[in-house]
């Protein structure tokens, strides 16, 4: 028997459609039920690659006895946080609020009448374990306290509403006294120290700190810290850690260790094109080590391979679990990914074995539950005995050599998964929805690989993926969110705005230097019009910044929040104010510049007081004061600029220029004197970067 979900365009909400428990999606209909029967809301918010969120659907969402409680005593609802990343950050900022952490799923229990969260956890198992109560006696216990503690609930919901409130309206946006490059420096120190190797916990990729502390090296701060060493070893331990898929490709969510040894296996779009892109920054930068631009290869290959629609859109994620045979009755962790050292010993040669050994962490007791993840062991170039093993490995995974498979098709669900005649190992799930910010980040990845490594092909899978949300992505004028099928679903937030008119620009700059793979014009032209609908449906004008969603799709929401932290995607404020500047070089228009210096101003105090949370809003400072435009009438400057690391420079191709002159460098407001060699041009941009 199916509940409400059956219908949902969700893969995530579809996994709960046969759930016992009467869930209902996210809409007035079923806030308006909950008011009207004074029943607390249950809100489960998670995403379809979410490990815990599939266990805690599998064993307490799956249970009668609980089914047959919350039915009776709450409005059960289920958000994909994917779908409405605004409710989400609500309901996360009150749970962190009310227990100090956070994470998915994200368990909420709010007052029908106020939407007003009043009790919020994680994951709860289905009997007591792990040192927490069983979900049955949470449960109880929650509506025990909802019918006969009224007093201290409404107190409770008072002293986090006021919080949330407090939170939407920032402090005065002095920041102190401070001095912007003081704050720079301070912002460089926090994001190096933060990305500095760690000898515990997990080890998440955490992109948007590394990419400042990259950025900001070129202005040597005084420190403790070797910025250089530190941004270097973080590529390092993405392109030769078991995070990175060394048979084919693509980038896992995290790994559980400090030593960047076993991942949690799901590969999420968003982290590959973050992930990309840095590793071609720091390329750019003279770090040309081998491993970065086989990283950026194979996981081009495998997002053409496995997340690329035939429409040319990229697919959201892919699970960390999978299943080991047809008939097994739930998928395992990695399964997908990891080896037996016996599977090892069948597909390699002795020459390849030994050889995989040296260079991999393979050794008969494995790493992983007695599984082997392949993690190298040192920098360079793999040898071609070693490629010629890995490409063994993959032929054995997906059973069918590299070669031959130019396309592997996704399994959209656990029934797909199990009844394929798959050739190899069956695949983890895809969740092959559209999401416009992630196919951003992952555009924009491929631009800046584009550039740097002068690879024609990645601009145009690039361009196809901005041509497809350009075509599809817009209804009646108003910018959406996701896409279903080639449907278009939910108005666009924050992060689809910003994410996508960056990667529109990173397509312009790109495309100057690749000669005419693409227009540039047309690029920019596009970004200046959905720039003006951002403007228009987010900005906030009593505040200064964007929120998180449109005024006409934000009257379900307790609070209107403008997200300025970084979490595993960068915030949107951060990326929307450094593209105001961006925009400022290439059109003249000042009007940029002032929404920029006003939503800089906003965020000033957060900069100042909470500077580990907002790395973004670090770099756009750097563009507001170090932004550099570079006039040339020759493209083949531009094409020769373009692979250097250059964070805050723009290229603008004109028809004409002061006679004698090659470029004109232009730092924000004001120009330097025409330069009339590439020399002469290469040392006024030097200058120009190392000014702030």
């Given at each position: ?6 219908e ?14 009467d ?10 039920t ?6 607390p ?7 379809s690659?979410?490990?815990w969120c ?9 249970d ?31 749970l ?9 799923p ?8 106020d ?12 009997e007591?374990?792990?040192?927490r109560?069983?979900?049955?006696q949470?449960l109880?216990?929650?509506?025990r ?5 009224k ?5 409770r ?32 120190e926090?994001?190096t ?10 080890s998440?990729p955490?992109i ?5 502390a990259?950025?900001?090296n070129?202005l ?6 070797d910025?250089a ?9 993405l392109a030769?850690?078991?995070?990175f898929?060394?048979?084919?490709g693509?980038f896992?969510?995290?790994?559980v260790?400090?030593?960047?040894t ?7 779009l ?8 840095y ?8 770090v040309?080590?081998p491993a970065?631009?086989?990283a ?19 697919y959201?994620?892919q ?9 097994a009755?739930?998928?395992?962790e ?5 080896w ?13 074995l030994?050889e995989?050994?040296?260079?991999f962490?393979?050794s ?19 040898s ?5 093993a890995l490409?063994k ?5 997906y ?23 798959w ?11 559209m ?5 951003s ?31 599809h992505?817009?209804v ?15 108005l666009?937030q ?5 994410f ?6 990173d397509?312009?700059q790109?495309s ?36 998180n969603a ?22 949107a ?14 059109t003249?228009?000042?009007?940029y ?11 000033r105090s957060?900069m ?6 907002c ?65 002469q041009?290469w040392q006024?941009v030097?200058?120009?970067q190392?000014?702030g």
């Amino acid at each position: 028997m199916t509940n409400r979900l059956v219908e949902a365009k969700s893969l995530y909400l579809r996994k709960h459609a046969e759930n016992p428990i009467d869930w209902w999606s996210w809409c007035d209909e079923a806030l308006a039920t909950a008011k009207e029967k004074n029943l607390p809301i249950f809100l489960s918010i998670g995403y379809s690659s979410c490990h815990w969120c599939t266990v805690m659907e599998g064993e307490a969402f799956s249970d009668l006895a609980i089914a047959e409680y919350m039915n009776a005593n709450f409005l059960p609802i289920k958000v994909d946080r994917e779908e409405r990343p605004d409710i989400d950050s609500i309901y996360m900022q009150a749970l962190q609020m009310m227990s100090g952490q956070g994470g998915w799923p994200l368990n909420a229990f709010l007052s029908p009448d106020d939407l007003v969260p009043f009790y919020a956890g994680t994951y709860f198992p289905l009997e007591p374990r792990y040192g927490r109560p069983g979900f049955l006696q949470v449960l109880q216990a929650i509506r025990r306290y909802y019918d006969t503690e009224k007093n201290d609930l409404q107190q409770r919901k008072a002293v986090i509403t006021e919080a949330l409130l407090t939170s939407t309206v920032l402090q005065d946006g002095t920041g102190g006294d401070v001095a912007e490059n003081e704050l720079l420096r301070k912002g460089w120190e926090t994001c190096t120290a933060i990305i500095t190797p760690n000898p515990s916990g997990n080890s998440f990729p955490m992109i948007p700190y590394g990419e400042l502390a990259l950025r900001l090296n070129r202005l040597n701060f005084p420190s403790r810290y070797d910025g250089a060493q530190v941004v270097t070893q973080r590529g390092l331990d993405l392109a030769l850690g078991g995070i990175f898929d060394h048979v084919a490709g693509g980038f896992h969510r995290y790994t559980v260790d400090s030593t960047w040894t076993v991942p949690h296996f799901e590969k999420m779009l968003y982290d590959n094109g973050q992930i990309v892109e840095y590793l071609a920054n720091l390329w750019s930068a003279g770090v040309e080590e081998p491993a970065f631009e086989r990283a950026i290869a194979k996981t081009v290959q495998w997002l053409t391979r496995e997340m690329t629609a035939p429409e040319g859109y990229f697919y959201a994620a892919q699970d960390a679990d999978s299943f080991t045979n047809s008939t097994a009755i739930e998928p395992e962790e990695g399964a997908f990914y990891v080896w037996s050292y016996g599977e090892l010993e069948e597909l390699l040669t002795n020459e390849e074995l030994t050889e995989l050994q040296q260079e991999f962490t393979v050794s008969a007791n494995g790493n992983f539950e007695g599984q082997i993840v392949l993690q190298r062991r040192h920098p360079g170039k793999l040898s071609d005995t070693l490629e010629i093993a890995l490409h063994k490995l993959f032929t054995a995974r997906y059973g069918v050599n590299a070669e031959s498979l130019d396309t592997f098709p996704p399994a959209r669900d656990n029934l797909e998964a199990k009844t394929t005649n798959w050739p190899g190992r069956i695949p983890s799930v895809t969740d092959t929805k559209m999401i416009v910010a992630w196919n951003s980040l992952m555009i924009s990845g491929l631009a800046r690989a584009a550039g740097v490594f002068q690879q024609a092909s990645y601009l145009e899978i690039a361009a196809k993926a901005a041509n497809f949300i350009l075509v599809h992505q817009f209804v009646d004028g108003r910018f959406h969110r996701l896409n279903y099928e080639n449907q278009p679903h939910l108005l666009a937030q924050s992060e689809d705005y910003a994410f996508f008119i960056k990667a529109l620009l990173d397509l312009h700059q790109a495309s100057l230097g690749m000669g005419n793979v693409s227009s540039p014009t047309f690029w920019l032209e596009k970004a200046i019009t959905l720039q003006d609908e951002f403007n228009e449906f987010l900005w906030s004008l009593e505040l200064g910044g964007y929120y998180n969603a449109a005024i006409d799709a934000s009257q379900d929401l307790i609070v209107r929040e403008r997200s300025y932290a970084d979490n595993a995607t960068p915030s949107a404020n951060g990326i929307a104010i450094a593209n105001l500047v961006r925009l400022t070089l290439l059109t003249d228009n000042l009007d940029y510049l002032n929404l920029a210096e006003q939503g800089l101003k906003a965020f000033r105090s957060v900069m100042s007081s909470a500077t580990q949370a907002c790395p973004s809003l670090f770099t756009a400072l750097d563009w507001y004061r170090n932004s550099t435009l570079i006039r040339t009438t020759n493209t083949e400057h531009i094409k020769s600029l373009i692979p250097k690391h250059l964070p805050t420079v723009v290229f603008a191709a004109v028809s004409n220029l002061p006679e004698n002159s090659i470029g004109l460098v232009c730092q924000g407001l004001k120009c330097l004197a025409p330069a009339e060699s590439v020399e002469q041009m290469w040392q006024q941009v030097q200058q120009s970067q190392s000014r702030g």
